[in-house]
Nanobody
């Protein structure tokens, strides 16, 4: 199982980025998928997670209304669209997947992890 996160970069405040999490070895549509981030000196936190059926979608309060999680089953990929980015969004972003998690956005509930992609929001 491999999860490949990509799409990070340097963006000015107010800008947008779309992160991608492409999977191999599993069918992502069968899995809960989450995006997590870790800023320097801080613990990794859940940003947005969706259950296998997309019936439960979670957004951290800090990103509600600005970030959107979505799936492209044909591409076996989950996206995180990030709009109105703020300097506080600067972090390494990770995607994760788990077959049994139901709506959780807690790190311990995710079994498969991708490598991180750096997002830097700065003028």
């Amino acid at each position: 199982v491999q999860l490949q996160a990509s799409g990070g970069g340097l963006v000015q405040p107010g800008g947008s980025l779309r992160l991608s999490c492409a999977a191999s070895g599993i069918t992502l549509d069968d899995y809960a998928v989450g995006w997590f981030r870790q800023a320097p000196g801080k613990e990794r936190e859940g940003v947005s997670c969706t259950s296998a059926s997309d019936s439960i979608i979670y957004y951290a309060d800090s990103v509600k209304g600005r970030f959107t999680i979505s799936r492209d089953n044909a591409r076996n990929t989950v996206y995180l669209q990030m709009n109105s980015l703020e300097p506080g969004d600067t972090a390494v972003y990770y995607c994760a997947a788990d077959l049994y998690t139901l709506g959780s956005c807690q790190l311990v509930d995710y079994n498969f992890w991708g490598q991180g992609t750096q997002v830097t929001v700065s003028s």
